[in-house]
């Protein structure tokens, strides 16, 4: 029988909190009872550069890092990024969940090369068969927290097998605290009960 | 929530995901370290983060960021004189710093015992280089654990330290980016606290300690006799596995996260070959590789960087006469860069083309979408001592960089900093450029923690041989890059309040007399300054401040007290000179397709830096619910 394989490949720019959101989903897929591992960029991109997170369920991952083009789901934060983690790791048939904030990249805001646009994803997706799943809350009290509003939307839709919303709260409960967590939380199960 | 400085210093074993660099911690609470030290530099600051969370009164070692890593070495090595299992930790390009101390340590009695943790970084992830750190292990005659995960870290850890102990020697464990960053749940064996004993042991008949001329010999060879001990260890190290697959032909040599990269890629293979991990990567386990050589008609030896194994495996197969057909790097490719799953596929398919099934190819195309570099945070001052410096330079002229946050003003639309060499080479490297030079000005860039890391002797040659060129100090009060750790001008220390060493002081004590600051905000006083400055001859430094505005507003943030008020574009007045989102080009202005810029929300932290760049004055700070 072929093994249980999940790779998500999570992408997004420094600064957005990639590192809490797939820290969350590294701890939501151990409390499902799976074996995880991953790996977050640190450092240099940190700086408003782009950042990614590998996250892997299965008991036949060894390494941190996905294998190109063999994701079964990437997670974005921003639109550009979406694309490009689509673009890099994303398996045809798999599935994208992006949160459609717009950071631009440098040579956009120096008009040497055009934005992405929502409408360029959605072709590229219905061409590659991926399930487009995007994400945008209007009046969120902090970005900071559109990572959760994904979190929220993966749950509510199942797009991670075995992954249920209160793996993801057990988890949000091992990294946050005090009114931070409450707020967080308060969105999750907003969202995951819509 | 989860409290690490709790979880690092629990009694009972436990299991928790962590990173590699956490789990090293574990590790050296266990076995009973005694003083630890580092500089900052990524892929290793993360340590230093897990032990700050011990709460200091509960820390069972002592732990400094000292000035470089020279310094780091040689405070860990003196305190191991003293019977103090030491460790010092610091990233890949660290040890050219510490090289002149590293070299030396195989000579001495380390009575405590000493682990060096190298944060080596294939893939230059955060480095000017992907520097091979194996090779300071062979010249040095120091053994070298490879941990490839965050377990084993741990693991290797806790035995490089017994060893280290045993053998009166430093044991260094190279860890690299992605064996320190990377997550998986750990099991952690429960933690004796021991009381320490402080008496100073230092003895010199545990020497001799003073390598000088024919006293270098016997130094020398219990050196490479304790090597000899490594190797013998190394034929029955746990840490050196073989995984059978009954495979009689073909056998893969490897070690570290090439390992685990080749392990994903053999999900692909049907008949599988036998691997022989190196958990220890110096001294090589001849016994184990002989023996693993004559069961395989053909050898592929997979290591990431440098090719280091398949020179010492070519050797050992002549010397035994092994008929092993042995392959290693195959080209220049083979040399550069991370070994990721896909490119350890790609390896395989090229030397056992009928060994993996193929993988599916991307169906078509796929859609351009620019590069995301990364980029001066907004409200960054150096943005603002760059775009100002800028204005006062003519073309022609050279600016040098040096390693931190301002490097990226290498990045367009800046193009400050057109060459980097390494930690405080600016000023030097800026002095030659003005050798014979009378017709282009040369600024040197240096910011203030590498000032004091290896800035200093540079500017010390320029007041001595009375170099011209003009030096800009971009203090922004903290080591920022690496995630704002204290240095000598700050006042604080890791531990606690100290002595503040300020920089302008530093720099009159050496005799400079021609020095100029100013708050980086003020750019078009500073574009003044800088032409004033390049129209003198000699020697002059100007110090562009500006507190790290990311560091700034995070602290005021949890206090409450951040001020800051949001930008907005006033559309009337807005006559599309694109100023501000395309030459000082902070991240927050955005543009749309029409050339209509607008100020992205999330990004803006209100910091007012840009409102003096706008030729129509079309920056205005937003009133709520007004347009962005």
Redesign the interface.
Known sequence: MKQEKFDIFVIGVGGQGIGLLSETLIRAADYAGKRVRGVDTHGLAQRGGMVASHVRIGANAHSPLVMAGQAEMVVALERHEALRGMNLFLKDGGTLVYYDAVWQPLNVRLKKEAAVTAASISAECRARDIREVRVFQTGLADPRMQNVAVLAEICRLNLIPGLEAGHVEAALNDLLAGPVLEKNLALFRKIVQA | ??DMGEMLLRREGFSE?VIGNTALVRAMVESGVGVVTSYPG??T??IAAAIASMPAAQRPFYFEFSVNEKVATEVAFGSALNGHLAVVFFKSVGLNVAADTFVQLPLMEITGGMVVVLGDDPGA??SQNEQDNRHFAHLAYLPVFEPA?AAETYAMFKEAAALARAKKTAVIMRLT??V??????VAFAPYAAAARDNTPLFDVKNGPYVPIAAAVFPMKRRALQKLEQFREYADDSPFNMVFSHNNKKRGVVTCG?A???L???L?FAGDRPDVLKLGLSHPLPRRLLSDFLQKHEEILVLEELDNILENEIRALAQSRGLASAITGKQDLEDWIGEY???RV?AKLDKVWPDLLAP??E???A????????????PGCGHRSAFHAVKNALAVGDITVADIG?HS?GF???YEMGQVLLCMGASTAAASGLALANRERKVVAFLGDSTFFHAGIPGIINAVFNRHNLTLIIMENGTTA??GHQEHPATGKNFNGPTTAIPLRRVLESLGIANIRELDAYSQKKLTAMVKEALAEEGFKVIIARHPCMLKHTREQKRQGTWKGIPVRVNQEKCRRI?EC??VF?C?S???D?GGRVHV????CIGDGSCLQTCPAAAIETGNPGGEK
């Not at chain 2, 320190?180 to 749940?185: F, I, L, S, T």
């Not at chain 2, 796929?366 to 945070?377: D, E, G, H, T, Y």
């Not at chain 2, 992205?600 to 990004?603: A, F, G, I, M």
């Open positions: 929530m989860k995901i990524s892929p600051p993360e992830h955060s995960t980016t992605h320190c960053h990377a997550k998986e749940k996260t390992y685990l990269a392990a994903d890629a999900a990721t799953p896909e596929a993988r599916p991307p169906t078509r796929r859609p351009a979408v620019p590069p995301r570099p990364p980029q001066l945070c946050c990226l990045l367009p639309p890059m690496t694109h989102v395309s080009a991240p202005y955005q543009i397709e992205q929300e999330d990004l």
